[in-house]
């Protein structure tokens, strides 16, 4: 046992020690590669330069934006405060902590190498100044070549003076000096102690601890420093409590006096590019990093121009939030970070505006997951009725009405919120947790409000954008980028990789599509009408948000008052999220413009950067087969020869789901066709039909309609009337054609069989010359109006149509509201000219001028 003992103790000691001359011989030789110290870039920030996705230089960042200070002028409570942050032992040690590194390999031997640094003030200054920022044994051991030479070569002050005036505050901001006056206005000898404790806390992490942006998060790194100077013994506890009590908010300068910075051309952006890189690490700005960027520099140019005219905003004061993001990619193409946004990295409204989304979580809480779980077809029906939440709690539409039984795409693109909240409802709100994950929204619950946006979730525009493009991307999802590649001074890169998630199945992703596609159509309700843009294929969705009883009280607002607009649309290219509203809560919108503003910024932000583009369109996938069916059946039936036209639907499935059963619901009832049906031309340009009908026993108390079409000689067929009489005057006939005429009776939806007659017109008639009495008006020639005149507006003239019955007399039968002349005109001779304030009255029936536009009945 003793001669094992032995031997295994030389064995370790000889193991120990062949690694110790291993590790110093490894040590040497990556010292030795180390570069030399040099006092300029010791001293000075060195600049980060920013290029284009073209590859173009657009912004450099560094040493422009500092305020240096000699470490005479630092007070001693601000060198107190950065090292107990930063370097507690820093005036002791010899450029190394040995017992902080102590920690850290400990550290790094459980949860791996990197999880945790041991970098003194002096290994900071070397790395910030020579090295790359790669977690190697290379460059660590370099660093802590360089800092011990760096120790002996200056004094403890001069170093931490380099720190001092070296260091990233935030955003273009370097040096402590520079962050006083930039947060506080002041000087660094007039910092109170709460004020000093931010400024140190703030290199950690600069953008998460920066005060204008995130306060909160800024109080409670203050409040962290404050602890560690009372554990180090610089500040009483009592000093620290008092600072503690100071909110942070109350100490910065008001934004009308903050001072700018130098600027880019495109700082939105720039400000998303540096959140990105301090996500990665902080001290990267540091190091003369080259970045590559997605910025596509004329769609960013397209935003910024827009964003910065006042002429397209309704207030002064109303704010918006952009991003433009690549279809394909998740490539971040541009940003609006807000009117008139400068380099200050104040806050920006694409990526720090957090809000309900309102209407457009509908895709994606609600429709989404029905199509890519349940497997629902577009033309799924559902009742939009008066409901409740699953609680109890009642809620309703935006406008108090309800549709009855409509489809999920008219449900969609009308943005009905009880369909919205059935259809979670009915996926449950687990799955709808998984769905919206994949598309990079983490959210702890889901609950039923969410189906309507109204929930816990909050999101910027940049991860709306974000989402939506995975719609637009045949289902698959990309986390929105900015860095293409960052390039270290000694050419080591990192490449920041794509990991596209397939987030949908394509079928779901197009049938979405498909339904947002009507959102910005015609269609009766369609709530995007405002973001359409001519010649693109165009799929988006509407939202707005909604204050709780207590606002309204607290704010005294008017009911119709919303504190959100969002639009969210998107081609093959790109998907542009837009939110509007103002900097604070208790501001409303309150104007339909207020309301449309992200539809109109939309539609013109869409339209340019298009411009000169191709933009393909969305592609069904073989996935999704069409079908017709009835409206109203459950489960889905195809229509039948009879369903009547305004229950049928051509909608889309998921191929092998589509229906096969024929609806029975309307049947072929004989309730007899019309007779005698008779087309005479006695007038030229009119044709007079009459016939004859036997209403059945069954139905002698029914309202009994005639629907009277048209065919021409080219086959186009148009319905010319309906009506409850036997006769009928068509206009518009020309002479020498052909035309076909079918009457059909219809009684409760039933209809009968056709009657038709078929007439052709003789040559044009040759008009006697009448001659006009001296001072008499030439009376107008046939118009072809059967009679119907213009109704005017107030006060205006309104000529009647051509009447072969009444010669003229009665074509002043439908007159202006308030006292218009009306002149009727006869192809025979005399005038007819009467006065009616009735809008209806007679057998003429005037034609409504255009109205002027309505105001906007949805928003959603």
């Known amino acids: 046992m003793k001669k094992w003992l032995k031997w295994g103790i030389i064995t370790i000691l000889t193991l120990f020690l062949a690694g110790a001359v291993f590790g110093a011989g490894l040590f040497i030789y990556y010292a030795s590669s180390a570069p030399e110290l040099n006092e300029d870039l010791l001293k000075d920030p060195i600049s980060a330069e920013f290029y284009d996705m073209n590859g173009e230089l657009f912004a450099t960042i560094g040493v422009e934006n500092r305020k240096y200070v000699e470490y005479d002028e630092i007070p001693q409570e601000m060198v107190d405060a950065i090292l107990a942050t930063e370097d507690a032992r820093f005036f002791d040690h010899f450029g190394i902590d040995v017992f902080r590194l102590g920690k850290a390999v400990m550290a790094n031997l459980t949860g791996g190498f990197g999880s945790q640094g041991a970098s003194t003030i002096t290994q900071q200054v070397v790395k910030n100044s020579f090295l790359s920022n790669e977690k190697t044994l290379k460059r660590k051991a370099q660093e802590a070549w360089l800092a011990i030479q760096l120790e002996r070569m200056y004094s403890k002050e001069e170093i931490f003076e380099m720190y001092f005036n070296k260091v990233l505050i935030s955003g273009n901001i370097y040096g402590f000096a520079t962050g006083a006056e930039y947060f506080f206005g002041k000087d660094l000898d007039e910092l109170e102690l709460d004020e000093i404790a931010l400024l140190a806390g703030m290199p950690q992490s600069p953008n998460n601890y920066n005060p204008f942006k995130n306060p909160d998060r800024a109080q409670k790194r203050r409040d962290i420093v404050l602890n560690l100077m009372v554990q180090h013994g610089k500040i009483t506890e009592a000093e620290a409590e008092e600072a503690k009590k100071v909110d942070v908010t109350s100490r910065l300068l008001p934004e009308e006096q903050r001072k700018g910075v130098a600027g880019t051309k495109y700082d939105a952006f720039l400000d998303i590019v540096l959140n990105e890189i301090e996500a990665k690490d902080p001290s990267l700005l540091s190091e003369g990093i080259k970045v590559y960027t997605t910025l596509d520099p004329k769609a960013q140019s397209v935003v910024e121009n827009i964003m910065n005219s006042d002429s397209n905003f309704p207030t002064e004061t109303i704010q918006s939030g952009i991003a433009v993001v690549d279809t394909k990619t998740g490539a971040l193409r541009a940003v609006g970070g807000g009117r008139n946004y400068g380099a200050g990295r ?110 816990g979730i909050h999101l910027s525009p940049i991860q709306l954008a974000s989402a939506y493009a995975a719609f637009g991307n045949n289902g698959v999802y990309n986390k929105p980028h900015t860095i293409k590649e960052i390039v270290f001074r000694d050419g080591s890169k990192i490449t920041n990789k794509a990991e596209p998630v397939v987030a949908m199945n394509d079928y779901t992703a197009y049938m979405i599509t498909d339904m947002l596609r009507d959102v910005v159509s015609s269609k009766p309700n369609a ?12 799929a988006g969705k509407t939202g707005t948000t909604n204050y709780d009883s207590d606002e309204f009280r607290t704010y005294n607002l008017p009911s119709t008052a919303v504190p959100d607009s969002w639009f969210v649309g998107y081609s093959t290219n790109y998907s542009i999220a837009i939110w509007s509203g103002y900097e604070k809560r208790k501001d409303p919108i309150t104007t339909w413009d207020e309301r449309r503003l992200p539809q109109v910024l939309f539609s013109k932000i869409m339209s340019q950067i298009s411009e000169g583009k191709e933009t393909k369109r969305f592609t069904k996938p073989s996935s999704v087969v069409e079908a017709t069916i009835e409206v109203g059946t459950e489960p889905l039936k195809l229509a039948s020869e009879h369903t009547p036209s305004d229950k049928r639907r051509t909608e889309l499935f998921v191929r092998g789901t589509e229906p096969t059963e024929v609806s029975d619901e309307y049947k072929e009832e004989d309730i007899g066709a019309p007779f005698n049906l008779q087309a005479v031309n006695h007038t030229p340009g009119l044709v007079d039909l009459t016939w004859d009908y036997t209403v059945p026993e069954d139905y002698e108390d029914a309202n009994v309609q005639f629907e009277v079409s048209m065919t021409s000689e080219d086959g186009k067929s148009t319905i010319v009337t309906t009506t409850a009489d036997k006769r009928a005057t068509v206009s518009g006939i020309e002479a020498g054609k052909t035309y076909t005429f079918t009457v059909v009776a219809i009684i409760d939806d039933v209809r009968s069989s056709p009657a038709s007659v078929t007439i052709k017109i003789d040559g044009g008639v040759e008009e006697p010359d009448v001659e006009s009495p001296d001072g008499a008006d030439e009376p107008s020639p046939p118009n072809n109006n059967n009679g119907n005149g213009n109704q005017g507006k107030p006060g205006g003239n309104n000529n009647g149509g051509n009447n072969g019955n009444n010669g003229g007399n009665n074509g002043g039968n439908n007159g202006g509201n308030n006292g218009g002349n009306n002149n009727g005109n006869h192809p025979n001779p005399g005038n007819g000219n009467g006065n009616n304030n009735n809008q209806n009255d007679g057998n003429n029936q005037g034609v409504n001028p255009p109205a002027e536009p309505a105001p906007p009945t949805q928003t959603q």
């Open 527 to 538: 709530t995007g009408t405002a973001a359409r843009v001519s010649g693109l294929d165009i």
């Open 346 to 455: 104040g806050y920006n409204y694409a990526d720090d505006a957090k809000r309900q989304p309102g209407s457009t979580m509908k895709p994606l809480v609600a429709y989404g997951p029905a199509i890519e779980y349940l497997k629902w077809s577009t033309g799924k029906t559902i009742v939009d009725e008066p409901y409740k939440y699953s609680n109890g709690k009642a809620f309703g539409n935006w406008d108090g009405k309800y549709f009855g039984t409509i489809t999920v795409r008219e449900a969609l693109y009308a943005s009905r919120n009880i369909p919205a909240v059935k259809t979670l409802q009915e996926v449950g709100t687990n799955k709808a947790k998984d769905f919206i994950s994949k598309l990079g929204i983490d959210a702890e619950n889901v609950y039923e409000s969410d189906a309507i946006g109204g929930g």
